[in-house]
């Protein structure tokens, strides 16, 4: 089985994508309320891609990755990237809400086999 872990996981879309590629997610980390209320909704009425999927609810900055399996084939997530935004006020690495770098932390920290990096035009 693929092992997959997915960081800013909002409602599940790129983890629902994997799953159907044919990885396992180990865990979904989010930190907004409702995206964790949808996921564990989604789960509770039993939806076969997610009826298993561990939720962390939590800023990934501050997760205790020690139970995440050191095997990982996949790291998979669509950071906030607001400072790079079209529209946003393009302070670039200077604006705290910059999580682009803070995937790159997490993927150099777990060497997972590969990864996807999820990214929108604006």
Not at 23 to 49: M, Q, S, Y
Not at 52 to 57: A, E, G
Not at 62 to 91: A, E, N, T
Request: contains cysteine.
């Amino acid at each position: 089985m693929l092992k997959s872990l997915e960081l800013f996981a909002g409602a599940g879309g790129l983890a629902l994508g994997t799953e159907l590629a044919g990885f396992h997610a180990v865990a979904a980390i989010e930190r907004d309320r409702w995206a964790c209320e949808t996921l564990e909704e989604n789960k509770a009425r039993g939806f076969p891609l997610v009826k298993d999927l561990r939720v962390v609810c939590g800023d990934v900055r501050d997760i205790d990755y020690s139970s995440i399996p050191s095997d990982l084939d996949l790291i998979s997530g669509g950071p906030p990237c607001q400072p790079f935004s079209i529209g946003g006020k393009h302070r670039a690495f200077a604006d705290e809400r910059d999580m682009f770098s803070t995937f790159a932390d997490v993927v150099a920290r777990l060497k997972p086999r590969s990864f996807i990096i999820e990214n929108v035009k604006g």
